[in-house]
């Protein structure tokens, strides 16, 4: 069975001095589920996966299955990929131990697998330690640096990784996207990861997407689904135009760590991102806020 | 008045020598005329525009211009860019003199703009060469290297050329497009140039596009468009599923000039391409005949 | 016999209006001849070739010809090299009509030969037309985007361009480099084309190098040579850290269109760039002149 | 005092499980101090330090620096570097308690640098845990996609990293390089980590390198530098041409795994790399021995 609807990659809250404040998990898992959200993808590119120890990344899993264990309403995905096959493997153990609904892996990103074989391969090594999960891959080649087809990739993947269930596709190939929706008649779920092309990818037939938007800007999205599902296609169009214009400000303030902003914008602080990261100073984020009001989109923000 | 239908990008016709062969043309028109074809983009990078000499580009102009005058079914768009600006005026002018519905214009390729200013200040010392001419924008990165912003051009391209018509968008960022779409109350055509996308672009609006599979399968994609326009998405997918197909091949068998095979395939021959693209061998076009057969979609290619 | 010394890859001389002017090229051929720079390779990427139209680029090969069939000092190599073999052929008739000594081709750069072997068809279509003139490869990747293999060009070249006679190699793969001087014991003539590393090319048995650099600073490349030949490799390492500096300011005020303002700075006005190049403002010439007095390195400068 | 002489990035050495085989470690080092290298950069690149886990480098570090406390003669530095500062720290920390000589920091490669600001801070972060330590920066853009220039960098660096000593340069930016040999009057190492370039680096003043191939072959290369030194080129040329002929059969047989084959050819098996990283079959090896032996280089290897 298939997720219908939206799956937020939560940020890690942080204090001022950059640690872990696990104990605001269990909110953020009941703002998600206000919000309509029905899946969390933790410690992702969004969530700082790779800036946090091992320890603390199974310690955020703990904190988010601890509250998923009580409620249920919102499934726990944990990216555990990495560069060492030993280290994903370990934290693919916890996470099976914490009851996640599934976990994700990443092209190794230091050496990069030259084709789908080897990648597959590298993922196999991982899937089989956790054979009851459900494995997601997360294709992300802008940070990866790996930009093996995905097409390619099921092809290879298929017949050694039976509890592969799916692709997180954060990537503008939609020949690939649409042509791994088809691949054995529809038999993997394909998690689409642009925010900003949403729409694009709705057309040609996925349900669900996995984004960082989704945690401050749940409602504008679930309008977006709505408008679409009812042939609306002009409001379909302005709502993805104000994702659009929401997400440029992401670039013009910074990248990524300009969501954590927007986390502080709509009331769920979560500090700041760690270096390398870099964080907006306190008189820029003044004018982010003020350029967010701008927007006019107030009804369409995540609600506390 | 915006284009409604699909604009095919010609190849030359050429001899066993690489002449370009210029009586074929008037057929090659009267070809895409049958297949409802709305345009004809020539000299572009299906056309071979850069392969070419600047006479020979010329003569085809007048080949293509002296059809179009006397049926006016499909409308001439004529690739006058380069890299000198001096060679692009002295092309516009000749396409202004024959005729032609419009010019269009490529980022320089050798010395790349750096930015979206430069690249309009390009364009405008053409264009104003020309103004009672549309002028379209062709933005294909991939072969030219320059990656500006279609927004940030068309920001700073609006107030200095006042014959912009708009832009020939062949790159995947769906962001950036529907942008340009809503830009200035949608006063630009966007004409969208990846074939094998087409429904992803169809949904954020646009009605147009222009590439080298409408030479040779206009009815699939105007099946295409007509189950979009009904609401029936799934057969919409399944007919891009087919575009891709047969899009892969073009890959499988050394990328732009088996365009030139397919058109062979399906009776219109126009002989090779001349260096330094690559042609496949004669066995190996009786493999790709083969493989083009299994595809199984006669009846969606181009009627002679 | 091989170049021994500099070559210089002039500028085009132009008016206020971009237009070029062609009378000051026998005074630019004097200048170069009194500074013992032993080449002059025209039309490159420092004298805009690309930016020129054909006709243009005709007549600037007349204006150098007429000079060194007078002088003889200072020998003319003509870049025809383009996207189109047919205006590349047009273009070497004439330069050899005109006497120039060497022609130099460029990997087309729209369209981009996948491997060596492409490559070396497409400039042995070109070179075949002129058989009687030594032909050299300009390899520049960054502009032109063709990566291929300086080794794996010259097997494949070898025995299909016996009128091959070198590479102007700017780029910076030493190990390529170094393969090809080895390669048929020497055989062909391998000049280094970055200016900023000549010390590291010398090492590995360079005799010449082309580049823009040397139009005004070619006493300082010559000292460096100098203190090479002499063993003294502290003071080489000097004289380059000094071309660096000098270089760095290049890209400091915006690029290649910087060098026409070291041109002005020498006294040897040649105007400025023509689009899409980017020239700095007068405001910035006069910032710019003054980090050049600050290098203090006036007798390193070329003399008029 | 800076380095005199070879620094050779260890592999690790495995079984044929892909465990490491730790009890190596030490007669690795005599192999090392055998043929006269000076340092041994440990969990690099060719050490697979992505590749194991937090556990496995540190029970590595261990075995190195035993040895090194009984010998002193190949000095010991950690590649503590990753992608999560906490991670580096702990790893920072447990070097310094083994008794590294230094430690050596790599850009973050998920989150990258934007600026050499940004990478200089992320560095003094981890170097600020270790005062006592020297901290060498291994620069090597090609993996973790970090193209900071380390000119920049070092001027950054130099006011907030005390501890800096130097750079591990792998990368073909000479001018760069020659920039940071002459920054504060050569106030820190630069160290060439390109192995086929090693006399292009040479004649620009540095004295070390550090490469996987002076693992096996470390005669070759202090025959050069000594070539080198007494002036006698065209011998230094050959060997590089030797050394390069040899580097181009890791490109042939698949990369940096290739260089474990090599250890094994010289009779140090380390057995092979981890997944994602591609091995060659056992029949390739065979073919791989025999180009190997047709090299001709016998005496030039390293020794048991």
């Known amino acids: 069975m298939k997720t219908e609807g939206l799956i937020a990659a939560p940020f890690t809250p942080m204090d001022e001095k950059g640690n872990v404040v696990y104990e605001r998990i269990e909110a953020y898992y009941d703002f998600l589920e206000k919000n309509k959200v029905v899946g969390a993808f933790i410690n992702g590119s969004t969530g700082e996966g790779v800036s946090l120890s091992q320890h603390e990344r199974m310690k955020i899993t703990e904190h988010w299955t601890a509250r998923s264990k009580q409620k249920k309403s919102v499934k726990v995905i944990n990216l555990v990929g990495g560069t060492s096959y030993v280290e994903c493997i370990e934290n693919a153990l916890h996470s099976a131990q914490n009851g996640v609904a599934a976990i994700a892996l990443l092209a190794p990103f230091y050496f990069k697998p030259g084709n789908a074989r080897q990648l597959a391969e590298f993922c196999a090594r991982v899937a089989e330690a956790v054979p009851q999960l459900p494995v997601y891959f ?128 709509v009331g769920f602080d979560c500090g700041e991102f760690r270096l390398p990261v870099k964080n907006m100073r306190h008189d820029e984020y003044k004018k982010f806020a003020e350029e967010v009001r701008a927007l006019n989109m107030a009804e369409l923000f995540s609600k506390l």
């Open 138 to 265: 997360y294709h992300i080649p802008v940070l990866t640096g790996c930009n093996v087809s995905m097409l390619d990739f099921l092809k290879e993947a298929a017949p050694i990784i039976p509890n592969l269930a799916g692709i997180k596709y954060t990537h503008e190939d939609f020949m690939d996207f649409l042509s791994c929706i088809h691949f054995m008649d529809g038999k993997y779920e394909m998690l689409w990861g642009r925010d900003e092309n949403l729409l694009s990818a709705l057309v040609l037939g996925t349900r669900s997407g996995v984004g960082s938007t989704y945690n401050y800007a749940a409602p504008l999205y679930y309008k977006l689904i709505e408008a679409f599902d009812n042939g609306d296609l002009p409001l379909a169009r302005n709502l993805q135009q104000l994702s659009i214009n929401m997400i440029r400000l992401l670039g013009k303030y910074g990248g990524i760590s300009t969501g954590k902003a927007y986390m502080k914008y």
